[in-house]
């Protein structure tokens, strides 16, 4: 089997007979996916960012480009700053029926709820959120039967009908099959029609190192339902392999007849207990039908390509330089995106960021990110202070975030571990722009020891020449899921902390595990 390749959403196809897991790196967890003629179309959670409901398309299930957010408007998704963290928006599922997209979602904020949008083209606009307010669950799922009923199924696991159109229930809901007996957390449900029976699949045993995948059918899809005598039918709890926390699915059938499955899973790294710092990312594996069952394949860092030709679909660039007239769709915030906070045309070529919370810390915070898909990588950004501060962070909440602030005539590192706040660097600067640079920089092949961390983070400002003056080295291990806990990863940006701040340009560039930065490097004194 090949070394497995660095994965983003738009890799260059496959040569050699295998593609690389994830599809999708970073932070794209609870995928659903959907089918239209050759188009495939899929969905994730978003949590506490702005915009939400990430939207993706490929042609062929593996290389994948993201083509806008359902949710983009104030008016669709209200996340007030009383939103925790990795609170938000929860696990759509994403379904083409009677020629429209239909995605229903859950939002756990302060009133938020269940909702459906809809749209005739994926790409946008979305309709405005229907309310189901007869969902009391999260992770819903719609199927419809050939009598033209929609069924809405969700965690619990419990189903009632629904009247999509106007977020009408009709009945009462009614238990289902919920998993093996004493399973914890039954949820992530998706209803299919294959044959003559209706499946339930569904998630048990936490989004931790305990999910596993498990199904069950019936010949109606109100039941009963039988379980399958082989389920769980994908877990990866008890094994070391590479790729961890394997649930939450969806099943899709190709154009030529073939079955797949889309899942979430992680990557942890370092020692023990093993940390995952990238987030929940989607992940992609074979399915073959036996005795009426689906049977799932390995799910591995290198996979065996599908038979059908590869699809490479533009990357997303490397540099954004703030030319263009809007943000491009990867582009997150934290909660909300007021218009008075931000701008592309107070200074042309530049984003201009105005300060709201005073630091990383506050829910309010004026940050435009991406998130982190690479076990390695190098960010940097030209930054004009202009009187304020700001700068580049790499936040997990608002408890956990690592950052390189310009202002004020100098340039400090910080660094915000739970309750703990820290400076671990200042240096002054001349007046005007700065460049300032983070590098991530994963272990080598084979570097391992009990308490080895899963990655480091590296901390500078860049000279003209491309001479990086390195201000601090940071454990990457506070910056994880199992440090930090909740459902989120690493998201990497610009902020400001005080008044207005300018930015140049900023560039995300994927580097190979245990390399550092492309110019000659000196160690602040």
């Known amino acids: 089997m090949a070394r ?6 738009g890799a260059s196809g496959w040569t050699d007979g295998t593609f690389a897991n994830p599809v999708i790196a970073g932070m794209h967890p609870d995928p ?5 003629g ?14 939400g409901v990430p939207l ?7 290389h994948w480009a993201q083509i806008g957010n359902v949710l983009d408007r104030p008016g669709q998704l209200d996340l007030p700053p009383t939103t925790p963290p990795s609170a938000g928006v929860y696990a759509p599922t994403l379904r083409h029926h009677d020629g429209r997209f239909w995605l229903i979602v859950t939002n756990v904020a302060d009133g938020g709820g269940t909702f459906i949008c809809t749209a005739t083209d994926p790409a946008g606009a979305w309709s405005d959120p229907v309310r189901v307010p007869g969902i009391v669950g999260i992770d819903p799922d719609l199927a419809w039967d050939d009598e033209g009923n929609c069924w809405c199924t969700y965690a619990g696991i419990e189903q009632v009908r629904i009247d999509p159109r106007t977020g009408e229930t009709i009945g009462r809901p009614h238990r289902l099959w919920s998993g093996a007996p004493g399973a914890q957390a039954p949820e ?10 209706w499946y339930l699949l569904i998630a048990e045993g936490g989004t931790e190192r305990g999910h596993a995948v498990s199904i069950a059918r019936a010949t109606a899809p109100d039941g009963p339902y039988e379980p399958c005598p082989a389920n769980p039918v994908l877990t990866h709890r008890g094994t070391n392999r590479p790729i961890q926390n394997t649930g939450h699915a969806d099943l899709v059938e190709a154009a030529d007849g073939s079955w797949w499955m889309v899942l979430l899973g992680v990557r942890p790294g370092g020692g023990t207990p093993g940390w995952h710092v990238l987030g ?11 005795d009426g069952w689906p049977v799932v394949g390995a799910v591995t860092p290198a996979m065996t390509a599908p038979s059908w030709p590869a699809h490479p679909l533009p990357a997303p660039p490397v540099r954004d330089d703030f030319d263009a007239d809007r943000l491009g769709p990867r582009w997150l915030s934290v909660r909300s995106r007021p218009a008075d906070s931000w701008s592309l045309t107070e200074r042309p070529g530049w984003l201009t960021l105005r300060a709201r919370g005073a630091s990383l810390d506050a829910p309010d915070v004026t940050f435009v990110g991406r998130r982190q898909q690479h076990l390695s990588c190098r960010v940097r950004a030209r930054v004009d202070p202009a009187g304020g501060r700001g700068g580049l ?13 310009a202002g004020d005539g100098a340039v400090r590192v910080d660094a915000r571990l739970g309750s703990v706040l820290s400076t671990l660097a200042v240096r002054p600067v001349p007046a005007g722009p700065v460049s300032l640079l983070i590098e991530v920089l994963g272990p080598s092949p084979g570097d391992w020891y009990a308490g080895k961390e899963p990655d480091l983070l590296r901390f500078g400002v860049e000279q003209a020449d491309g001479t990086v003056t390195v201000l601090a080295e940071l454990d990457g291990r506070y910056l994880s899921t199992e440090v930090a806990g909740g459902f989120t990863g690493r998201v990497i940006g610009m902020y400001a902390a005080t008044g207005t701040v300018h930015f140049d340009w900023l560039d995300y560039e994927p580097r190979n595990p245990g390399t550092g930065s492309g110019g000659d490097t000196v160690l602040a004194p």
């Open 280 to 290: 929940r990312e989607t992940f992609l594996a074979p399915v073959t039908w036996t």
């Open 32 to 36: 659903s996916v959907c089918r239209v």
């Open 188 to 197: 992530a449900p998706h209803l299919y029609r294959v044959g003559d029976h």
């Open 4 to 9: 497995p390749r660095a994965a983003t959403a």
């Open 38 to 51: 050759d188009d495939y179309y899929l969905a994730c959670s978003s949590f506490e960012y702005f915009p």
């Open 56 to 62: 993706f398309h490929s042609r062929d299930l593996v």
């Open 393 to 405: 962070a790499v936040r997990l909440d608002e408890r956990h975030h690592y950052d390189i602030e």
